[in-house]
C-alpha cells in the first residue's frame, strides 16, 4: 500500500533536548512532592518505584511521562499545569534543517503531529523551533485527545483526521512502547527515532534525526 501520510510524535522525535526533558520532569517532581509531602530520597524511591513497576508491563525504554504522573497521584491537569509552566525556548533552539525537510516531505505527503503534549506546550516548542504549525495538515495535542497515547484511539483519531487509512500512514515515533506499537497494531508502518538500532517486531525502519526520512521513506513504500 503506498504511503500516503507521515505522523509524528513531538519530543525526542521532531527534537531531542535533555534539557527540556529535565526542566519537565523537575516541575512534576515539585508537584508531587507539594501534593504528597515527600521528598528528597522518599520522592525518588516512589519514582523509581512507579518506573519499575511500568517497565514491567512493558514499557521498557522510558515510560511515558505520563503514565508516570498519573501513577504518582497526579491528574491531567495538574501535570500539564505543572509542565506548562516551562518555557521550551529556553531548552530548545531553532532547527532550520527540519523545516525544511518537512517542507519538501509535504510535497509528496501528508503531515501530522501527534502529541502527548498540550496545545500551549506545543505551541511553545514550535516557536523554538521556529517551525510554523502549517507545514502540518493535522495537529492532534493532549487538548484533543479523550485518551493520550499508548491508548489506540488517540492513532485512529489521527489517521481518520488525515482521511487515509492505517495501512497509508506512518507513525513516527522515539518510544516503542507509546509511539509505535499501538501505531503497528492497526497496521500503520513505523519508524524509530534512535541514535541506536532496536530490534522489535514494531518497527520497520529506524534513523537517527528525521532528516533522513527524505531518502529513506521509499524503502517503506
Ligand atoms: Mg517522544
Known amino acids: ?12 522525535t521532531l527534537f531531542k533536548s535533555k534539557s527540556l526533558t529535565d526542566a519537565y ?9 507539594e501534593k504528597t509531602g515527600l521528598d528528597g530520597e522518599a520522592l525518588l524511591r516512589e519514582v523509581r518505584r512507579v518506573i519499575s513497576e511500568l517497565r514491567r508491563e512493558g514499557y521498557e525504554q522510558r515510560p511515558p511521562s505520563t503514565l508516570i504522573a498519573e501513577r504518582l497521584g497526579v491528574t491531567k491537569e495538574e501535570f500539564y499545569s505543572a509542565i ?12 532550520p534543517e527540519l523545516t525544511s525537510v518537512l517542507k519538501e516531505l509535504k510535497k509528496s505527503f501528508k503531515l501530522a503531529v501527534l502529541t502527548n503534549l498540550s496545545r500551549k506546550g506545543l505551541t511553545g516548542v514550535l516557536r523554538a523551533l521556529r517551525l510554523s504549525e502549517d507545514v502540518f495538515d493535522v495537529v492532534l495535542t493532549a487538548d484533543d ?11 485512529i483519531k489521527v489517521v481518520e483526521a488525515l482521511g487515509v487509512s492505517p495501512e497509508e500512514a506512518v507513525m513516527v515515533g522515539d518510544i516503542v512502547a507509546s509511539d509505535l506499537s499501538p501505531a503497528k497494531s492497526l497496521g500503520m508502518k513505523t519508524v ?14 529506524t534513523v537517527r534525526h528525521v532528516a533522513e526520512l527524505k531518502n529513506k521513506i521509499r524503502l517503506l513504500q
Do not use: W, Y
Open 25 to 33: 520532569r523537575n516541575q512534576v517532581l515539585k508537584f508531587v512532592s
Open 192 to 205: 524509530l527515532v534512535s541514535e541506536e538500532q532496536v530490534d522489535s517486531p514494531h518497527v520497520d525502519l
Open 1 to 12: 500500500m503506498p504511503v500516503k501520510a507521515l505522523i509524528f510524535d513531538v519530543e525526542g
Open 84 to 95: 506548562d509552566a516551562v518555557d521550551p525556548a529556553d531548552h530548545v533552539d531553532p532547527d
Open 145 to 155: 485527545l479523550e485518551a493520550l497515547k499508548p491508548h489506540v484511539s488517540a492513532f
